[in-house]
Every structure is written in structure tokens, then in C-alpha cells.
């Protein structure tokens, strides 16, 4: 791509705000999907993360979703008030706090899973696997690029 086609921002704003309209209707259409589960795309994306992840700390889950850690607090105590996840100090170092899913946040994950399977079908159904393949790496590589702009002054 040239110099040109990247710095290029027209009608539509650009690879910048399509993406960033794009992300948005995909939130809305993921939130409404959990929805009758009382559960928010944000707590999803906790609650997955928790289940893959070995006990993982506040800190490491909070890096992950990119939330500070005041709004990573408030979003803890949520799901823990829904019964979702349990926050523990660890064993050998009580500074650290390890989050642990519950009974309840297990049983929903695969309904919470099948629901965002829906979404995702919806995004994929015009679309090759090959062509999806090559835009989730596009979208992981931009999430690294747009992370080193938080770095620039």
C-alpha cells in the first residue's frame, strides 16, 4: 500500500474510522446477543479470558482488555456481585490478586459461546475462510500498531 492510500481519509473517514464503525455495530450487535444472559461483551471477554488462563491476576486480565485499573475494579465487582468470578489473594504473594471463575460463570460460558458463534456467522457469511483468516491477522496486527501510538508524545 502506498504512502498515499494510507494517509488517505475520505467520505467515510479512512481505514481509521471504518474500523472504529465497524467495532462499534459489532459491540452493539455482541452486546445484544448476551444480553438475556446479563452479561455485557466486556464481562465476556473476562469471563474467556479467566477460563483459558491459568488463575490469572487483576493486572494481567486488566492489560488484556486495555482498562485501567479503576474501571477494571468496578467491572470485577460486577460480575462478582452476578456470581460470575471469584477474586483471590494469591498464596505466595498477598499484593496479588488471582481471578477464579465460579460454578455459574462456567455453566454460562458455553451458552455465551454460542451466542457469539451467531454474531461472528453473521460477519462470516459472505466471506471465504481465507479471506476471514487474513483479516483477523489485519485486525491483530492494527490492535499492536494502534497500541504503539499510546506510546508516541
Same mark, same amino acid.
Given at each position: 500500500?502506498?504512502?498515499?492510500? &494510507?494517509?488517505?481519509?475520505?467520505?467515510?473517514?479512512?481505514?481509521?474510522?471504518?474500523?472504529?464503525?465497524?467495532?462499534?455495530?459489532?459491540?452493539?450487535?455482541?452486546?445484544?446477543?448476551?444480553?438475556? $444472559?446479563?452479561?455485557?461483551?466486556?464481562?465476556?471477554?473476562?469471563?474467556?479470558?479467566?477460563?483459558?488462563?491459568?488463575?490469572?491476576?487483576?493486572?494481567?486480565?486488566?492489560?488484556?482488555?486495555?482498562?485501567?485499573?479503576?474501571?477494571?475494579?468496578?467491572?470485577?465487582?460486577?460480575?462478582?456481585?452476578?456470581?460470575?468470578?471469584?477474586?483471590?489473594?494469591?498464596?505466595?504473594?498477598?499484593?496479588?490478586?488471582?481471578?477464579?471463575?465460579?460454578?455459574?460463570?462456567?455453566?454460562?460460558?458455553?451458552?455465551?459461546?454460542?451466542?457469539?458463534?451467531?454474531?461472528?456467522?453473521?460477519?462470516?457469511? &459472505?466471506?471465504?475462510?481465507?479471506?476471514?483468516?487474513? $483479516?483477523?491477522?489485519?485486525?491483530?496486527?492494527?490492535?499492536?500498531?494502534?497500541?504503539?501510538?499510546?506510546?508516541?508524545?
Amino acid at each position: 500500500m502506498s504512502e498515499s492510500d &494510507t494517509h488517505r481519509v475520505d467520505a467515510d473517514g479512512g481505514v481509521a474510522i471504518l474500523l472504529a464503525r465497524a467495532g462499534q455495530r459489532t459491540l452493539r450487535a455482541v452486546d445484544a446477543a448476551l444480553a438475556p $444472559f446479563r452479561v455485557s461483551a466486556t464481562q465476556y471477554l473476562v469471563l474467556a479470558y479467566v477460563a483459558r488462563a491459568d488463575a490469572p491476576t487483576a493486572g494481567a486480565l486488566a492489560r488484556h482488555v486495555d482498562l485501567d485499573s479503576g474501571a477494571m475494579t468496578r467491572l470485577l465487582d460486577r460480575m462478582e456481585a452476578l456470581g460470575l468470578l471469584e477474586r483471590r489473594l494469591d498464596a505466595e504473594d498477598r499484593r496479588v490478586v488471582r481471578l477464579l471463575m465460579t460454578g455459574h460463570g462456567r455453566q454460562l460460558l458455553p451458552d455465551l459461546d454460542r451466542a457469539l458463534v451467531r454474531v461472528q456467522d453473521a460477519l462470516a457469511r &459472505t466471506h471465504s475462510s481465507a479471506d476471514l483468516d487474513r $483479516f483477523m491477522a489485519y485486525l491483530q496486527a492494527a490492535i499492536g500498531d494502534v497500541a504503539t501510538l499510546k506510546e508516541k508524545p
